[in-house]
């Protein structure tokens, strides 16, 4: 699972980039327009100790900028990201876990060609309360 911190502090984005310099391999970018950076986007491969047997699966997480929902413009990422994971890294299964009431998360996977898997009860705890998983998964079989 990603972890993103909340609150999510400056201090939070210098860790966060300072880790990325730091990467044997460059699998976090900015989504950005005209404007600047207004979102990001990565994949996170499996931990050390599971790459043997998990070398073909990777989690995918993303964000943008409020003022830029509903346009499209993570759905497009999202599809983009997804088919670059599986070129780039010969990946067979990329997958996400949402928030359960984070529904217009869950509707950028499915337009992004994911499957809904299943519901995680309890997943997460944030804020006093405990918030259900969605898990989504996409398949690229062939080579």
């Not at 044997?24 to 900015?30: D, R, S, V, W």
């Not at 990001?40 to 050390?48: D, K, N, T, W």
């Not at 990329?94 to 950028?108: E, G, H, L, M, P």
């Not at 995680?120 to 944030?126: E, S, V």
Request: glycine residues 10%; neutral net charge; aromatic residues 16%.
């Amino acid at each position: 699972m990603i972890f993103i911190p909340h609150p999510y502090t400056l201090n939070d984005a210098h860790c966060f980039v300072a880790k990325c310099f730091g990467a044997p391999e460059c699998t976090n970018f900015a989504i950005a327009n005209e404007s600047g950076v207004i979102g990001g986007i990565g994949l996170r491969r499996a931990e050390a100790g599971f790459q043997d047997v998990q070398k073909h699966v990777a989690e995918i997480g993303y964000w943008l900028a409020e003022e830029y929902w509903n346009r499209g413009i993570t759905t497009e990422a999202v599809i983009a990201f997804t088919e670059w994971g599986f070129r780039t890294f010969g990946l067979r299964r990329i997958y996400a876990a949402v928030f359960a009431r984070n529904t217009r998360s869950s509707r950028v996977l499915e337009k992004a060609g994911y499957e809904y898997e299943g519901r995680q009860r309890a997943r997460y705890f944030r804020d006093g309360e405990f918030i259900d998983g969605l898990q989504y998964a996409k398949v690229h079989l062939a080579p």
